[in-house]
């Protein structure tokens, strides 16, 4: 009845139209307003949120997250669960598909920015931000999938639901332009996100650094399939300025406080699906802890990052309850596919350091120096940069450790304690390119913990650091580490023409095995 009524009002009001001034049209249209809902695009909130969500997008999310499949395949975290060992034991092909979620929140939020201010000369800063930040997406998109829709992608309010696939090297190329535009565009005289911005609050200089790092980190990526364009845009990204100084990382902070929403959503959900009691080591809901093969060669360098991101849980003085311990010697990571079922020593095994790792207040670190300055210390490598490679692989150690005390207190590694490892983990400068290409690729490693996309990525493109593959009974890689993420059934569903056009394309498969473009594996 109530629909009705509204529907009488209108009618009548609608037959009286002849004898009301056009002006009175305005009020009219005011009785079909809903209140509730947003009829304009406001910028400024959907590319918050389209940070929030981008910057830990599916690091856990419940059975289908990165944590579960990249840390563990690329063995800084180990299971004993067969349910939850698709990268520690090769099982469950279906939890890699969820990562396609992302077309749908945050690049599809990113999406509604760039078409709400594309037009406007007055908002070319929005723009620049928004067009480097849909390639950081789009960058993990591709690169664990391959040939992935782009530029149909998110055309979805212009009835394209079923996007082609462009191929990987058109993406990537496609990539590097934007990022070129973007960063060029900028004009410091014109408003910006402000503190709208999670990552540098408008600081267009800040943006402009990010967007060449991102190029250099994206035309390294090419080095083993296309080094003439590696070699040209990583030349680019170097001239055009690499974030270098602590204060110029891309990071989101947050907080300790009642609210979710403010704390760091990785280490929420760590807590939340592996660590729900962090004062016990026992019984962690998804089996995990950290792997042998991370905690072995963090013990193996004397590295002083082992204390601030390990611990092991211990009894309690008087039965009290547990208490957390950071010593070197006590450290012990978990053999990675050695088990199901809990081991009896479970509780003897290092996981997260609750002050740091699992600090609410922690941030998200999206572009460090750390390791742009281990990208210009292969750039030097390879004879593309005229820096010294020591200097700059000494200043990225150097960095990788400072960056830990913005995870709390706890994180702080003096200056001593740096400079004793770099004393005693001396950069090989008399090695061969491959023993100097594996130790800037294994410092990588270390020093982008929690950063697993990019972790993956270099692994795959240099094949360091060396890992050893588990061969669990009844895996389904056949005993080799994951290459790639699966593309969900939804697509082969809705769109199939495109996903079979890209598949047969490739001819790599829909497999964890599968390879992509960039990967020196990929054969077409």
């Known amino acids: 009845m109530k629909i009705i009524y509204k529907f009488s009002v209108i009618l009548i009001l609608s037959s009286n139209i002849c004898f009301i001034g056009c002006s009175d049209l305005t009020d009219l249209a005011e009785l079909n307003?809903?209140?509730?809902?947003?009829?304009?695009?406001?910028p400024e909130f959907l590319f918050t949120n389209s940070q929030l969500i981008g910057a830990a997008f599916n690091f856990t999310n419940g059975a289908d997250g990165q944590h579960f499949i990249l840390a563990q395949a690329m063995q800084h975290f180990a299971t004993h669960s067969e349910v939850r060992g698709t990268g520690d034991k090769y099982f469950n092909e279906s939890m890699a598909r969820s990562h396609w979620a992302i077309y749908s929140t945050s690049l599809m939020d990113n999406e509604r920015v760039i078409e709400t201010v594309k037009d406007d000369p007055n908002k070319v800063n929005m723009l620049s931000a928004a067009r480097i930040w849909k390639t950081y997406m789009f960058h993990i998109v591709t690169d664990v999938h391959g040939d992935v829709p782009y530029s149909q992608a998110l055309k979805v309010l212009d009835g394209n639901i079923r996007p082609v696939y462009d191929t990987q090297e058109d993406i990537y190329l496609n990539m590097?332009?934007?990022?070129?535009?973007?960063?060029?565009?900028?004009?410091?005289?014109?408003?910006?996100?402000?503190?709208?911005?999670?990552?540098?609050?408008?600081?267009?200089?800040?943006?402009?650094?990010?967007?060449?790092?991102?190029?250099?980190?994206?035309a390294m990526r090419l080095t083993e399939v296309r080094p003439d364009i590696a070699e040209a845009?990583?030349?680019?990204?170097?001239?055009?300025?690499?974030?270098?100084?602590?204060?110029?990382?891309?990071?989101?902070?947050?907080?300790?406080?009642?609210?979710?929403?403010?704390?760091?959503?990785?280490?929420?959900?760590?807590?939340?699906?592996?660590?729900?009691?962090?004062?016990?080591?026992?019984?962690?809901?998804?089996?995990?802890?950290?792997?042998?093969t991370l905690i072995d060669h963090l013990k193996n360098t004397g590295d002083p990052r082992l204390n601030v991101i390990a611990v092991v849980w211990l009894d309690a003085p008087g039965g009290t309850g547990y208490v957390y311990d950071t010593t070197t010697v006590l450290q012990r990571g978990m053999?990675?596919?050695?088990?199901?079922?809990?081991?009896?020593?479970?509780?003897?095994?290092?996981?997260?350091?609750?002050?740091?790792?699992?600090?609410f207040a922690s941030p998200i670190l999206t572009m460090t120096n750390a390791e742009t300055h281990l990208l210009l210390a292969e750039a030097s490598l390879r004879g593309w940069y005229?820096?010294?490679?020591?200097?700059?692989?000494?200043?990225?150690?150097?960095?990788?450790?400072?960056?830990?005390?913005?995870?709390?207190?706890?994180?702080?590694?003096?200056?001593?304690?740096?400079e004793s490892y770099v004393r005693r983990n001396p950069y090989l400068s008399n090695g061969t390119f491959e023993e100097?290409?594996?130790?800037?690729?294994?410092?990588?490693?270390?020093?982008?913990?929690?950063?697993?996309?990019?972790?993956?990525?270099?692994?795959?493109?240099?094949?360091?650091?060396?890992?050893?593959?588990?061969?669990?009974?009844g895996n389904i890689t056949g005993g080799t580490i994951p290459r790639r993420l699966i593309i969900p059934d939804s697509e082969i569903e809705l769109n199939q023409d495109a996903f079979y056009a890209a598949y047969n394309r490739q001819n790599v498969g829909n497999l964890l095995t599968s390879t992509v473009w960039w990967d020196p594996q990929y054969q077409k």
Request: charged residues 25%; negative net charge.
């Open 33 to 42: 307003r809903n209140p509730d809902a947003f009829e304009e695009v406001v």
């Open 176 to 218: 590097l332009q934007e990022l070129e535009e973007a960063a060029l565009a900028f004009n410091p005289a014109l408003p910006t996100f402000g503190n709208s911005d999670l990552f540098y609050a408008g600081d267009i200089v800040k943006w402009r650094k990010f967007s060449y790092s991102l190029m250099l980190r994206l």
């Open 233 to 292: 845009w990583v030349k680019k990204a170097i001239t055009g300025g690499v974030i270098l100084a602590d204060n110029e990382i891309a990071k989101l902070s947050f907080e300790d406080g009642p609210i979710p929403h403010s704390r760091n959503p990785k280490a929420a959900v760590l807590l939340q699906q592996d660590y729900q009691n962090p004062q016990a080591g026992i019984s962690n809901t998804q089996g995990g802890k950290y792997a042998e």
């Open 335 to 359: 053999k990675n596919g050695a088990f199901f079922g809990e081991p009896d020593d479970f509780q003897t095994y290092s996981e997260p350091h609750p002050n740091t790792i699992l600090n």
């Open 386 to 418: 005229s820096g010294d490679a020591k200097a700059a692989y000494e200043d990225a150690v150097r960095a990788g450790m400072r960056q830990w005390a913005l995870f709390g207190d706890e994180g702080f590694i003096s200056g001593d304690k740096i």
């Open 436 to 473: 100097k290409l594996e130790q800037i690729s294994t410092q990588k490693w270390v020093s982008l913990l929690l950063d697993n996309y990019e972790i993956f990525a270099n692994w795959r493109r240099t094949n360091y650091p060396r890992l050893i593959p588990t061969n669990y009974p």
